[in-house]
């Protein structure tokens, strides 16, 4: 690949980067960029280890006079997210990336880049590489499956490594240094019943049209969930005519906010049922959000002759629609404006003889997420109902005396302060693997995660802003210098 005059300063951490983007390397195919990256290391002479999920950890010594300083691990991730748009021709799990550069912005024809997070990869194959920089001990930690369930990072075994202060590279804004983000846990609430014989008239009733969003940086937002949005519709109905739930379906995944649920019941006066229900809807069409006036409840009489729900276990399950802790549940002490703890009811399912409801708890705070938990554990209790918790993960709590983030702060401003560019303290409601990193690590651990721009990660139209490259590595240089 050819680069402009500009870029060519930083033509070493590109190259790398092609070179990642010439093997394969979605999340749960790392494996020859993982072997790429042991070659890396044998042909510098460097220290290296890999471990049976494809997470490869490189070590150098400090630079001359600094070996005995406490070492630095700077850290991102392998695995990419395979996109394409649907007119390209790509095989993710052979095809090397096509790489061009247009504006400034370097890109995949038709696919994403990969920016997220190959740029990390990289800057540390060129740090590694580099004998003219002045450094601390570097552990280079590049970890697998990030995009899948942060797999690598969970599964690492951290006694392999000695520092205890981290810059993690997977960020995508160029001047935000991220301090702390959210842990993560999911719940499963299940019920069984038995059907009985239906009686009355079936009606169907649907929420779409919703906004919906992440469950995480979108929770703040007002964004109406459709699950809850039937849960109340069936309890006002329910009070003034009980009736027996056939099915109630809404929401695809636990980490995104429900746009849509259909419920279906048996009631003894259809025309009573569907006049309760719109008037329901317009009171709740009156209380949305903007980005939710799309929403349409629709109640309709149907056909169906499924066997019902008793009304003791249609009432348990209108419980659990409208009692489970859905949303912000508390927000960050500190001046960031952060959620600190959410929930999201994020999809409830029926199958014939069981109700599944699944949620995704989210907390920066360890602390209030075990209370959360037992807050579920109780519910599920008074519910009858049986509740699971897996893939946990801990919060990286905001610690405003953070050192990494001050030298960040220092640095970049002092850089690029006359470019009229300030640097920025942030945190996100979502999950980094920072998080995990500490949580193994210890609480002393002192951590940062930064990261040039890159835009529409995680789509075709992915880009990677190359002079925000070239500023984010002079940034990490004079970092390496300092710390
Ligand atoms: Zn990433």
Redesign the pocket.
């Known amino acids: 690949m050819e680069f402009a005059a500009s870029e060519y300063e930083i033509k070493k951490v590109l190259n790398y980067f092609e070179r990642l983007c010439a093997i394969p390397h979605g999340s749960g195919n790392e494996e020859q960029a993982a072997n790429m990256l042991c070659e890396f290391a044998k042909e510098h002479s460097l220290e290296y280890y890999k471990d049976e999920y494809n997470n490869v950890l490189i070590k150098k010594d400090g630079s001359i006079g600094r070996e005995g300083e406490p070492s630095l691990m700077l850290q991102g991730?392998i695995d990419m997210v395979c996109e394409k748009n649907k007119d390209t021709v790509h095989d993710f799990s052979r095809d090397p990336l096509s790489l061009y550069v247009s504006d400034g912005l370097l890109r995949a024809k038709g696919t994403t880049l990969g920016g997220?997070?190959g740029i990390a990869v990289a800057y540390m194959m060129a740090f590694l590489e580099d004998e003219t920089l002045s450094h601390p001990p570097l552990e280079c930690l590049f970890t697998s499956g990030?995009?899948t369930g942060m797999l690598g990072a969970m599964n690492f075994d951290y006694s392999k490594v000695s520092s205890r202060r981290i810059i993690n590279m997977?960020s995508e804004e160029e001047g935000k240094v991220t301090m702390s983000c959210a842990g993560a846990a999911d719940l499963l609430l299940e019920k069984s019943f038995e059907r009985i014989g239906s009686k009355g008239r079936a009606l169907k009733i649907s929420v779409t049209g919703l906004a919906g969003g992440h469950s995480g940086t979108e929770i703040n937002e007002n964004r109406s969930n459709a699950i809850r949005i039937m849960g109340r519709l069936l309890a006002r109905l329910y009070s003034d005519t009980p009736f027996n739930l056939c099915a109630v379906n809404g929401g695809n995944k636990r980490n995104a906010i429900p746009r849509e649920c259909e419920a279906q019941i048996y009631v003894l006066d259809s025309d009573k049922a569907i006049r309760i229900v719109q008037e329901e809807s317009e009171k709740i069409r009156g209380e949305i959000s903007k980005a939710d006036k799309g929403m349409k409840i629709r109640c309709q009489k149907g056909d169906t002759d499924f066997p019902a729900l008793t009304y003791k276990d249609s009432s348990a399950v209108i419980n659990v629609m409208t009692l489970s802790p859905n949303g912000v549940i508390s927000m960050s002490p500190d001046s960031l404006g952060l959620v600190r703890c959410s929930s999201n009811l994020g999809r409830i399912s029926t199958s014939e003889n069981k109700i599944v409801a699944e949620v995704m708890a989210r907390s920066s705070s360890d602390s209030e997420m075990d209370a959360l938990i037992i807050v579920f554990k109780r519910l599920s209790k008074l519910l009858d109902m049986s509740a699971t918790l897996s893939d946990r993960h801990p919060g990286w709590d905001y610690d405003p005396k953070s050192q990494l983030a001050d030298k960040y702060v220092t640095i970049y401003d002092r850089l690029y302060g006359s470019e009229g560019k300030r640097a920025e303290r942030c945190a996100i409601h979502a999950g980094l693997e920072c998080g995990i990193i500490i949580g193994a690590l210890g609480g002393e651990t002192d951590a940062i995660s930064i990261g040039p721009n890159i835009y529409n990660i995680h789509t075709p139209d992915e880009a990677l802003d190359l002079a925000s490259v070239k500023r984010t590595y002079d940034l990490l240089v004079a970092m390496l210098g300092e710390l």
Do not use: A, M, N
Request: hydrophobic share 0%.
């Open positions: 991730h997220d997070d990030e995009e997977d």
